[in-house]
């Protein structure tokens, strides 16, 4: 044999690797698996949207109840006590206060209707006819008047109670009303400063179901403008 010349040997040839896939059992049992994780991911997130749901609804309930105590602060708190219709009446199921508005003086009335505490505001006026007749309205109110506003939904019942003279008592024993005088229509409102209690306690009895719970209670000083 020459030496030139040289043995290529054949090259050894490795049999494939055969690749292994997933059994069927195997696919079954991981859908299983996603399936439980998928269903515990969504009660987990059903039950975050509803306490979240429960968290904002009592925000907004809390928000309402204390918009609708500060509008009545600041009713009593523009109380006038005029000589010609009365500074602030309670008669058990109405709360009557003149206040003062922008431009003028207003009756307004806090009362009960079908579990709505609804709030009614006459037009500001600086005429006594026109003061006196809608001083007169407010005894005559059914709910469904021009002015009238529902204040907050599921109320029971209004109780009012006076401070005056050091002890709190029921209003419509306690109360001082404004002397009445007969004074010619069209002139000018005057303020003759009659006595008012120093401060009223408004409750509000809240009904079953309406998401507030039993009594809401607010000691409100009378400020005499």
């Given at each position: 044999m ?5 043995l290529n040997p054949?090259?050894r040839?490795?049999?494939p690797?055969?690749?292994r896939?997933?059994t ?8 299983l698996?996603?399936s439980?994780l ?6 987990g997130?059903?039950a975050?949207?509803?306490a979240r749901a429960?968290?904002d609804?009592?925000?907004?309930r809390t ?5 609708v105590?500060t ?6 708190g523009?109380s006038?006590?005029?000589s010609?219709v ?16 922008v431009?003028g ?5 806090w ?5 709505r ?6 037009p ?8 006196q007749?809608y001083?007169?309205?407010s ?14 939904q ?11 003279g050091?002890s709190?008592a029921?209003?419509?024993s ?11 229509t069209?002139s000018t409102?005057a303020?003759?400063m ?10 509000l ?12 209670t607010r000691?409100i000083?009378?400020e005499?403008?």
């Amino acid at each position: 044999m020459s030496p030139h010349v040289r043995l290529n040997p054949t090259p050894r040839r490795h049999a494939p690797l055969r690749r292994r896939g997933f059994t069927l059992i195997e696919v079954l049992v991981s859908l299983l698996i996603l399936s439980v994780l998928a269903a515990t991911c969504w009660k987990g997130v059903d039950a975050i949207s509803s306490a979240r749901a429960v968290a904002d609804a009592h925000l907004q309930r809390t928000l309402r109840l204390q918009a609708v105590v500060t509008q009545v602060e600041a009713d009593l708190g523009q109380s006038v006590n005029l000589s010609v219709v009365d500074p602030l009446i309670v008669d058990g199921t109405h709360l009557r206060v003149t206040r003062r508005g922008v431009g003028g003086v207003q009756v307004v009335v806090w009362f009960i209707k079908d579990g709505r505490l609804l709030r009614w505001a006459s037009p500001v006026t600086v005429n006594v006819g026109e003061l006196q007749k809608y001083s007169m309205t407010s005894f005559q109110l059914e709910g469904n008047e021009p002015g009238t506003l529902t204040a907050l939904q599921g109320v029971e019942r209004m109780q009012i109670y006076c401070y005056v003279g050091g002890s709190m008592a029921n209003c419509q024993s306690s109360r001082t009303r404004g002397a009445s005088s007969s004074s010619s229509t069209g002139s000018t409102l005057a303020s003759t400063m009659q006595p008012l209690p120093e401060a009223v306690r408004f409750q509000l009895a809240m009904a079953e179901g309406s998401g507030y719970q039993g009594m809401v209670t607010r000691e409100i000083p009378v400020e005499v403008q």
